[in-house]
């Protein structure tokens, strides 16, 4: 699970980048298949990735990306956007059987 913000830039945010340090650019490139460029998703939507192709030294095969806002020490949205996102993701997992 990587949290990122809503124009997919895996170079923004200490997961996306760790995720983007041991994966390398094909992780980005499949964030942009789906992302392009210049477009945004919304918070809380989540969009599934292999997990960065030949080369990538991540061990799953896929990696799930889930649009969060800045953490506000639980005052506001942030908790709000984030419990369904986890849930979802969690529902996800299940069913692939993971």
Known sequence: MNTVAQDFDLSHGA??????????????QECRKQVPQGTQKQFGEVI??????TGSQLRCTE???????????????????????????????EQLSV
Do not use: M
Not at 48 to 53: I, L, S
Not at 66 to 88: A, E
């Open 63 to 93: 990696v799930f990306h889930g649009v969060c806002s800045r953490w506000d020490g639980k005052t506001g949205s942030c908790q709000q956007v984030s419990i369904p996102l986890l849930l979802y993701t969690f529902s996800e997992l």
């Open 15 to 28: 997961v996306a980048q760790s995720l983007l340090a041991r994966a390398g650019q094909g992780l980005q």
């Open 48 to 53: 599934r990735t292999n997990a960065g192709g």
